[in-house]
């Protein structure tokens, strides 16, 4: 069943595996056989009469919310937030006229973004969770909610909840965009990109061995290390270092790449570990330019590229896939790097210290 581990030797790497038969499960459950979204009418409604969306989140989830920011808003032109729960909390920004609130929650129970709902759904402003557990406290207090099919995630650290996250984020924006008639949402064919999508995870997911032998070679010893990009490519490093923080235990940073020269570049020694992620035309010759000056310090420097970018050196090329979708591929690596870092360095990578898979205090 979905709760064992069959032949895997931790859940992690299982719910890693899970990830392109998730995005399948997203397109099934919310296309109809002649590839149209489906989207409860009212949740549709309620979102047309926003003027703004507010992504609430911790965590992985955060992570997703900042990923899906730019999806979200090139498909349904309605501007995106992405906020931390703990945070939005007692910190909260002014709001535009019409908020709607998004809860990305894995499990549903997270008490730092529950106090959030609390506190907006007083307020009288509309909600929607999306969550992999049907029934969660989330779920029942917000207004709608939504399922990201995903099954259940046993490990302590996320994986396949982030990548359905973006994926059902990706169907709720389509569904908006098209009820406006925005162009980029009507010529988006999301079963297929997703599809693409999918397989594209599916070739990642096959190159276990390169990527274990990398994170051996990059990340057996360290004592920290550093994912850089821009824009997308740098919120995927956000959420490529949690993974490596929480279960590796070692000091990981996901870094916006221009920033780096500004202070942070002083951290790197003889021997540090620094990731590139580089997935965007435009931004790529200036990630490679701060790839090159944290080498001249003594940097490990390894990229993580779409095929269409690559050039020589140690490199996990990935396939190219819709503009809108790199994160779901781009995030694999990531997630294979922390598990096998992990495996390396002896520890138990469902069951890192300190942690556990819902957070239920504040
Ligand atoms: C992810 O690997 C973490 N274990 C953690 O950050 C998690 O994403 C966060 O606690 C949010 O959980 P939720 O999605 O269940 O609300």
Redesign the pocket.
């Known amino acids: 069943s979905d709760m064992e581990k069959g032949t895997y030797p931790y859940y992690m790497l299982k719910e890693i595996d899970e990830q392109p038969a998730t995005m399948r499960r997203i397109i099934s459950e919310y296309t109809d056989e002649t590839g149209a979204v489906a989207v409860d009418q009212e949740l549709l409604t309620s979102l047309l009469a926003s003027d703004r969306i507010y992504i609430i989140?911790?965590?992985?989830?955060y992570h997703a919310g900042l990923a899906s920011k730019q999806i979200i808003e090139q498909l349904s032109q309605i501007p995106v937030e992405a906020h931390l729960s703990s945070e939005f909390g007692y910190n909260m920004p002014l709001l535009s006229q019409k908020p709607f609130f998004i809860f990305?929650?894995?499990?549903?129970?997270?008490a730092d973004?529950r106090q959030v709902l609390v506190k907006t759904s007083e307020m009288g402003y509309p909600s929607l969770t999306i969550t992999n557990v049907a029934g969660s406290t989330l779920s029942r207090e917000a207004t709608y909610t939504m399922l990201l099919h995903a099954g259940p995630e046993i490990a302590?650290?996320?994986t396949k909840?982030y990548t359905a996250q973006i994926a059902v984020l990706t169907v709720l924006a389509k569904a908006v965009g098209e009820a406006k008639d925005v162009l980029s949402a009507k010529s988006f064919d999301l079963p297929m990109e997703l599809g693409i999508a999918a397989n594209a995870m599916d070739v990642m997911i096959n190159e276990k061995e390169l990527i274990s032998q990398l994170a051996i070679d990059y990340l057996s010893t360290t004592r920290n290390a550093f994912y850089i990009g821009r824009s997308e490519d740098y919120y995927v490093s956000m959420e490529a270092a949690?993974?490596l923080k929480?279960i590796s235990y070692i000091q990981a940073e996901g870094f916006a790449a221009g920033e780096l020269k500004h202070g942070t570049i002083a951290l790197v020694e003889d021997g540090t570990p620094v990731i590139g992620i580089i997935t965007e035309a435009v931004t790529a010759p200036h990630t490679r330019g701060n790839l090159r000056e944290v080498e001249s310090r003594g940097a490990h420097t390894l990229v993580i590229v779409s095929e269409e970018l690559s050039k020589e050196g140690d490199q996990i090329i990935l396939p190219v896939v819709h503009q809108f979708l790199r994160p779901l591929v781009s995030v694999i690596p990531g997630q294979l790097i922390a598990y096998f870092a992990t495996l390396e360095r002896g520890y138990d990578v469902d069951k890192p210290r300190n942690?556990a898979k819902?957070?239920t205090v504040e």
């Open positions: 989140a911790c965590g992985t989830s990305l929650s894995q499990s549903g129970e997270t973004s302590v650290a996320s909840a949690l993974k929480e942690l819902s957070v």
